[in-house]
């Protein structure tokens, strides 16, 4: 499940958790050489609502073992709590738009015809919907920067299961994205760099007989952007 940290001599450059949609990344780490700890610590489903609480300001995942990885990770680094990391921040959490986009969930708000009704996928109520879906994924952000941590997040591979609706995907995702960069957190966005003409990743890109994952390519394309901002 773990990306563990690359090296135990040199410091790490960042602390990286998420949900599978990390392991690219941190594969792409490990095979350069660039020292950092974590790596996915569950799936997709697990970070969207109701699952961490604070203890003073330290976040607890509710998961005792997600909890158990994440206390491992920052012992690597030498800190008691997230308040004490001196490293970037690099999130998946909240991220994971198939799993939002899921068809069945979407079908009330559908005509007769099977079309949504105009201006719904931009709409304050759609983006209510999907900030409702991923509340405690925004509220972990919002707290990691209160703390005063540099934070960066990842958006996923723009991958589309058959269980997803594409144009929910494409607007939750924007969404978050939106989100999140009003908490000022740094939006890695690679979609112009991997994807084709219609906006979906380019196969080269995408983990072989799989529906959702990018690849080690994909992954390294992410590194060589956090590396560009200093990471």
Known sequence: MTTPSSTTTAPARFLLLGDSHAGPVGRAARAAGIPFSGGPVGAARDF???????RGDDPVFRDAEIDQLYRGFLAELGVAGLGELTVPLVLTFGLSAHF???????????????AFTPGF?????????VTAMARDAIAFYRHARGLG???????????????SDPEI???????MRCALDALDVEIVDLRDRVTGAAGLQRPELCE??????????FGRLILADLLDRGL
Do not use: C, K
């Not at 969207?48 to 604070?54: E, M, P, T, Y």
């Open 100 to 114: 939002f986009a899921t068809t069945e969930n979407w079908q009330l708000y559908r005509t007769r015809a099977g």
């Open 121 to 129: 996928v931009s709409s304050r109520l759609f983006d209510d919907i």
């Open 48 to 54: 969207n609502a109701g699952f961490f609480d604070l």
């Open 149 to 163: 941590l540099r934070v960066l997040a990842a958006l996923p591979p723009q991958r589309v299961p058959s269980m």
């Open 208 to 217: 072989a007989d799989d529906p959702i994952h990018g690849n080690l390519a």
């Open 169 to 175: 995907f494409m607007a939750a995702q924007e969404t």
